[in-house]
């Protein structure tokens, strides 16, 4: 703590006091001063003035009769005065009567000198002068008897203040007192506090300071009181939160938390996940609190199941999630006998609802390692639904980690290339097969890394449906697939999913662009069937809108899906590209030259324009051409370019000259 | 020359008239017509503008008169301060409240000193007497030459007159009345 040095109120007030007092008299005695001693000086001037002024008309008198003697009378009698030093009487500058008295050359220095005019009598012509030499010793005594009386005047003072302080200490001395006292207080001990009779502000002072030690003192005690009851409340509450942290409020299991902590301080230990399968669809049917209520029984099973096996303990993860963490690692042969066993006892179980019975099913995701446990238990259990298995455990070499990695560094290539717009088309020629000619184009989707390697869309295009920006790319190849294709006369495809079609915000995206770029005559949608199209009554009704436009469609990678002529029938396409993996060994499987020629046929039926693609070989191309399939697009004829309009020319160019 | 005149004076006033002090009258021509012009009231005395300083004697003391003028001449040269003066020599017999005069100086009389001072009063001008003597008479001024010259006053005498001294003239002169002349 800081040591300040109190400094004493009463010594500052005495010392304000006497300050200012000497301030004030100074001032005063100061100025007193110099008026006094002008004062002084200006009586004893006067005074000789005065002497001169009365003796002056007598001397001018005689002066004027000629009375020499009287003169001398005059100034001899003056000069009986013992503080006129000499006298001297002069006409013009002669001096006509002089009279010095014995002091005189004593006491020049300290004397007065006052000249006076003397006119002559009944008239105001100058006659001579008066000079009076005055001794300045009355002066000097009136000076000095002030300056004894201003000594005294100070010594007195000067008592009297100091008197005054003493005394002001003394009255404020008991204030000390108090404060030195109360240094020590402390609300838990009662003090006396002194001078609380004395008839004043002391007095005064004491009493509210008694005062208000009783009310601190009871404050104090409610306080004491207020903050054990509060101890005790937010003990109690921080324990209710330590457990609310770590326990699911719905099962009263211990939590995700929990279980992450157990991981944390744990390196022996193995971990299932359990995961109920379709466990939205119960809450969506039967509603949360039937979904709650199933949770909850599942949660007193598996409790019953396990809680005489000291080495598991049962975690509720989340909603539809448990877990079970194995405290000492058991086999692998072991924990998938256990993760096996549950599925089946799961499967048994049947749990009631207003006389329904509902019944789950589970998947078990398992992890034999503890480090990093959660997560791989978490891939496990995904790889197990993928893969429609009851239960899997979490295979280390599977490298499912790296693919992860992997996936998350397309997703930062593909939104790094979105941003700096390395996203581009290119460009591949599709061929007539009657005449040879490059009749339009597709567009494709390709990337441009940081080293300008062209990346291929199989590569991204799947990652970016999972990470929600295929919608994105299709609105890029959609704006710069019409912008380039602005003005030229030259028909041009792009490829749509289904996804794409349902999208209404990448709908109006194309028809913006559509409109934009007037190119509504020149574009052919290629919707993909590789997926199977489910909705095909918005796919239609798209189909119909873009129709209306002008714009044509196609089913792209047709025969690869479950591919459905009835509802083939009511898209009202405009060509039908069939799939690659069809075309690409026609030369030789002979099944495929079977759907093949089904297909061409079909299509032939309905005016369908038909395409063949991955046209590889010249072997290829020419079964396709006996096929009769209308059009080829393939690497054989040509190959995907950044720019297709020297291509196209170059291609017209050449295959005019072969035709010729 | 002043020798012989001096000589011849007190011999003719040994024989015919009064004995005058030379010295005397040299120092009253000298001083009465500055204590004239002490009068503050001068300009009312005067005769056409001028200072009319009129001598008045017996016949037998008419050089002593003309003692008096050139003195008075020889001194002033014409002037009394600022103003122009005649002297004006009159005899006793011949003195009347018409004779012009600013101021009267009075020589020796037996008898005709309290009619002079009586027609200075009566015109209300200073009058000088070459005796203190005469001033019981009624006459205003007069002189003595005793260790220094002294000027005398006749008290009784001065608030009788139209005239107005400077005051400091009143603390020079030694004051005189009936009682102690």
Redesign the interface.
């Known amino acids: 703590m800081k040591n300040n040095k109190v400094k004493s109120l009463s010594s500052k007030i005495i010392l304000s006091i006497v300050l200012v007092s000497l301030l004030i008299i100074t001032t005063i005695l100061t100025i007193f001063e110099k008026i006094n001693k002008e004062a002084f000086y200006n009586i004893e001037t006067e005074k000789v003035h005065i002497i001169a002024k009365t003796i002056e008309p007598l001397i001018a008198l005689n002066i004027y009769l000629g009375l020499d003697d009287k003169i001398n009378q005059l100034t001899t009698q003056l000069i009986k005065n013992p503080n006129i030093l000499a006298v001297k009487v002069l006409i013009g500058n002669t001096v006509i009567n002089e009279v010095k008295s014995k002091e005189y050359e004593n006491n020049l220095e300290d004397s007065f000198i006052v000249k006076d005019t003397i006119f002559e009598p009944n008239s105001k012509k100058e006659m001579g002068f008066l000079i009076l030499i005055y001794s300045s010793k009355n002066y000097q005594e009136l000076l000095h008897k002030y300056t004894l009386f201003i000594t005294a005047l100070l010594i007195f003072l000067g008592v009297l203040f100091l008197v005054l302080g003493l005394y002001i200490k003394r009255l404020l001395s008991p204030l000390g007192e108090i404060a030195t006292l109360l240094k020590n207080y402390s609300p838990d001990k009662e003090m006396e506090i002194p001078f609380i009779k004395s008839n004043n502000e002391i007095g005064l002072i004491s009493g509210a300071l008694t005062n208000m030690q009783e009310s601190i003192l009871k404050y104090s005690k409610q306080q004491q009181n207020i903050n054990n009851y509060l101890e005790e409340e937010v003990s109690k509450k921080t324990a209710e939160l330590v457990k609310q942290l770590y326990t699911n409020a719905l099962t009263g299991l211990p939590n995700r938390l929990s279980l992450l902590n157990k991981i944390k301080n744990d390196d022996k230990g193995a971990l299932l996940i359990i995961n109920i399968d379709d466990f939205k669809e119960i809450n969506d049917f039967y509603g949360h609190e039937v979904g709650d209520g199933i949770l909850i029984e599942f949660s007193l099973r598996l409790q019953k199941m396990y809680n005489q096996n000291q080495n598991i303990l049962l975690k509720h993860l989340s909603g539809d999630e448990f877990a079970l963490f194995f405290i000492q690692k058991p086999s692998m042969e072991e924990l998938m006998q256990i993760a096996k066993k549950l599925v089946n006892a799961v499967e048994k179980m049947i749990f009631f609802h207003e006389n329904n019975e509902v019944s789950i099913r589970i998947t078990i995701g398992g992890s034999y390692q503890i480090k990093g446990a959660l997560e791989k238990a978490d891939i496990a259990l995904k790889s197990a639904k993928k893969k429609r298995k009851s239960y899997l455990i979490y295979d280390e070499k599977s490298n499912v980690e790296k693919l992860y990695k992997e996936n998350m560094e397309w997703v930062r290539k593909l939104k790094k290339a979105m941003e700096q717009d390395k996203i581009v088309p290119y460009f591949q020629a599709i061929f007539d097969n009657q005449s040879n000619k490059i009749v339009s184009c597709e567009c494709l989707i390709r990337l441009i890394d940081d080293e300008d390697n062209v990346i291929v869309p199989y590569k991204f295009l799947s990652i970016a449906k999972k990470s929600r920006l295929y919608s994105k790319l299709t609105k890029i190849m959609i704006e710069k697939s019409c912008r380039y294709f602005e003005h030229l006369d030259f028909d041009f495809s792009v490829n749509l999913s289904v996804e794409d079609i349902l999208d209404l915000e990448t709908v109006d995206y194309i028809k913006y662009n559509i409109k934009k770029y007037n190119v509504s005559n020149h574009i052919i949608f290629e919707i993909l069937e590789s997926e199977g199209i489910e909705n095909y009554q918005e796919v239609s009704t798209f189909i119909d809108e873009m129709k209306t436009l002008g714009c044509r469609t196609a089913i792209d990678d047709f025969g690869s899906g479950y591919s459905n002529f009835e509802h083939l029938l009511k898209l009202n396409v405009d060509y039908i590209k069939i799939d690659g993996t069809l075309i690409k060994n026609l030369d030789t499987d002979k099944n495929a030259q079977v759907v093949v020629e089904t297909i061409v046929e079909f299509a032939r039926k309905l005016n369908i324009a038909t395409i063949a693609e991955f046209v590889h070989s010249e072997a290829v191309l020419k079964k396709v051409k006996e096929f009769r399939v209308d059009r080829t697009q393939g690497f054989f004829l040509s190959e995907p370019q950044r720019q297709i309009l020297l291509e196209l020319h170059d291609k017209k160019t050449r295959q005019n000259s072969m035709d010729v | 020359m002043k020798k012989i005149i001096f000589i011849y004076l007190t011999f003719i006033n040994l024989a015919y008239g009064y004995n005058y002090d030379s010295l005397l009258l040299k120092a009253q021509a ?2 009465f017509p ?2 004239m ?4 009231k001068i300009k009312d005395k005067l005769v056409d503008s001028n200072i009319v300083y009129t001598i008045v004697y017996d016949k037998s003391d008419y050089d002593t008169a003309l003692f008096i003028r050139d003195s008075i001449n020889k001194k002033y040269k014409g002037y009394f ?1 600022q103003y122009v003066y005649k002297i004006n020599l009159v005899e006793f017999s011949n003195l009347s409240k018409e004779t012009q005069a600013s101021a009267i100086y009075i020589l020796n009389s037996d008898k005709n000193i309290k009619k002079a001072a009586n027609i200075a009063k009566e015109k209300g001008i200073i009058s000088f007497s070459y005796d203190t003597d005469n001033l019981r008479q009624g006459l205003l001024f007069s002189l003595i030459l005793e ?3 002294v ?1 005398y006053l006749n008290k009784d005498n001065l608030y009788t007159q139209k005239v107005d001294f ?4 009143l ?2 002169v030694k004051f005189v009345d009936k009682k102690n002349i």
Do not use: A
Not at chain 2, 37 to 40: A, C, P, R
Not at chain 2, 166 to 169: A, Y
């Open positions: 000298s001083i500055k204590v012009l002490l009068d503050k301060g260790k220094s010259m000027l400077v005051s400091s003239l603390q020079i």
